[in-house]
């Protein structure tokens, strides 16, 4: 940065609108008007906060509708990230979505994306770089939290390491977002328990929508109950 850029002060511009602009006011507001116009009656009481989080990240008052949330995702989540589990992301997007000063233990965020194995392995088994990352997991997963908002490729492919023996995570927050495999992703991680009986507490969005904005939202709520 020049000298001349270092010590340039700027000034507001003339207001010329009417609209919030008091941080604090937006973000109580925010979070009054989402109560306003979402139904949340089907949410259970324990995961209300998630869902106005994950709300609040997509903007849709109407994403209650295809929330599925495991009934025990937030109690077993929470006391994970207390103990000091580590969170493991799909993409840098999710992991710098996460606010540091929500957790709990200061717990390491992993996106291992840029690991140098990771061209290689894709290559090698004809797969994406996000889900050929996520098998880099393996040494981290054991209690993680786990978060996917971008690949539905990682979520499948985290379902067939667990499913070959691969360590348990305590939590998988699953919304990847997209048109191919996202949906089908998603039913995959709801039907793990009925159909191979391996209970994992999880929450999830039925359909296309997902992203890392609305998964880093849920691991936020996950991570502290303060709003």
Same mark, same amino acid.
């Given at each position: 940065m020049s000298t001349t850029a270092r010590h340039w002060q700027p000034t507001r511009p003339s207001r010329r609108y009417e609209y919030l602009d008091n941080g604090a006011a937006i973000y109580a507001e925010s979070f009054a008007t989402i109560?306003?116009?979402?139904?949340?009656?089907?949410?259970?009481?324990?995961?209300?906060?998630?869902?106005?989080?994950?709300i609040h990240g997509s903007g849709q008052p109407d994403l209650v509708d295809?929330?599925?949330?495991?009934?025990?995702?937030v109690p077993v989540a929470r006391a994970a990230l207390d103990e000091g589990a580590p969170i493991l992301?799909? @993409?840098?997007?999710?992991a710098t979505g996460i606010t540091a000063s929500r957790l709990p233990a200061g717990n390491?965020?992993?996106c291992l994306l840029r690991d140098e194995r990771v061209p290689d392995l894709a290559r090698h088994w004809a797969t994406t770089r996000t889900a050929a990352a996520v098998s880099l997991w393996?040494?981290?997963?054991?209690?993680?939290?786990?978060a996917i908002g971008n690949a539905p490729t990682a979520l499948f492919h985290l379902l067939e390491m667990i499913l070959d023996?691969?360590?348990c995570p305590s939590a998988i927050v699953g919304c990847p977002v997209g048109f191919i495999g996202a949906k089908e992703s998603k039913e995959a991680l709801i039907?793990?328990? @009925?159909?191979?009986?391996?209970?994992i507490p999880y929450v999830t969005i039925r359909g296309r929508r997902g992203g890392s904005a609305i998964t880093s939202s849920a691991v936020n709520a996950l991570a502290s109950e303060a709003e």
């Open positions: 109560r306003r116009d979402s139904d949340l009656s089907t949410i259970p009481p324990a995961a209300e906060k998630l869902a106005v989080r994950m295809d929330l599925v949330i495991h009934p025990d995702l992301c799909d @993409a840098f997007m999710v390491t965020v992993h393996e040494p981290y997963l054991d209690g993680a939290v786990v023996g691969a360590p039907a793990l328990a @009925a159909r191979y009986d391996v209970d």
